[in-house]
């Protein structure tokens, strides 16, 4: 029996069977070493672009970057994918067009649903002039001088958000 499990290694040794399976497996611990590397240098390189930039430049949108962080388990990948998101959203534009078009009962809706995602994003710039539009929506009667002016507000706010956003 001995001879014939020395003939079975021999063999495998021939075809180049035994070196792929220790070439599979250091292939295996490769790759992961690999990923690892890249994952790493992924978060070094974020850590550079967005220590200083996008933290300065979100602060400049009134976003209180630490505590919201916070909110994204201190993920900063997480929250920038969240805001690429929000520049996806079309809440914002519905709420320009229900105002415009003095349909009030349709623009509270989407007037609370945006201050809700400025809100969890932590975009206070738009929050300070949704919030009190959304108020304003509540109930009757409107007043179309102070909703023209939060609407006008946000709308500024909205629009430096997307560019800031936008170049992250």
Not at 28 to 46: G, M, P
Not at 96 to 117: C, I, N, R, S
Request: net charge neutral; hydrophobic share 40%; with cysteine.
């Amino acid at each position: 029996m001995g001879d014939t499990v020395t003939d079975a290694v021999t063999g495998m040794r021939q075809k180049g069977l035994l070196f792929s399976v220790k070439y599979r497996k250091l292939k295996t611990v490769y790759e992961a070493v690999v990923r690892i590397a890249q994952r790493d240098l992924i978060e070094i390189k974020n850590k550079i672009r967005w220590g200083i930039t996008m933290k300065e430049q979100l602060m400049a949108l009134k976003v209180q970057y630490d505590e919201v962080l916070g909110r994204f388990l201190g993920k900063e990948d997480f929250y920038l994918r969240m805001l690429k998101k929000f520049l996806d959203d079309k809440n914002f534009e519905g709420l320009e067009m229900a105002v415009q078009a003095k349909e009030w009962p349709e623009a509270f809706k989407y007037a609370h649903t945006v201050k809700g995602l400025c809100g969890n994003l932590g975009l206070d710039g738009i929050l300070e002039y949704v919030a009190p539009l959304t108020e304003e929506l509540r109930n009757e009667p409107y007043s179309e001088g102070r909703i023209a002016e939060y609407m006008s507000g946000a709308a500024e706010q909205y629009r430096k958000a997307v560019e800031v956003i936008s170049a992250l």
